[in-house]
Nanobody, 118 residues
Framework: QVQVVESGGGLVQPGGSLRLSCAVS????????MTWYRQAPPGKQRELVA????????SYTDSVKGRFTVSRDNAKNTMYLQMNSLKPEDTAVYYC???????????WGQGTQVTVSS
């Protein structure tokens, strides 16, 4: 049974930094695209934040460009999101989505809360 587990969320002041992690386990399939989404408040549409391909190509939503950096370690099946210069509008639950196997099956984590507030 595949498991996708996010960690690293918390409370930070505006201008601060956090590093999120997304670890995938329980699968022998190749992990392809890995993506960070966020949702705030509950019920609002989930927003794509950043994607990284297996080869390391990245893309970001405009609001985080220059502040967030996505990376991955394929040997560890783990993705990271370094978030700098955080703003109150970055407050959300951050979710990890991964595509795995020949059919690019999607798997989601349970989310980690990021709160930016003074």
């Amino acid at each position: 049974q595949v498991q996708v587990v996010e960690s690293g969320g918390g409370l930070v002041q505006p201008g601060g930094s956090l590093r999120l992690s997304c670890a995938v386990s329980g699968t022998s399939f190749t992990i392809y695209d890995m993506t960070w989404y966020r949702q705030a408040p509950p019920g609002k549409q989930r927003e794509l934040v950043a994607t990284i391909t297996r080869g390391g190509s990245t893309s970001y939503t405009d609001s985080v460009k220059g502040r967030f950096t996505v990376s991955r370690d394929n040997a560890k099946n783990t993705m990271y999101l370094q978030m700098n210069s955080l703003k109150p509008e970055d407050t959300a639950v951050y979710y990890c989505n991964v595509q795995r196997g020949p059919f690019r099956n999607n798997s989601w984590g349970q989310g980690t809360q990021v709160t930016v507030s003074s």
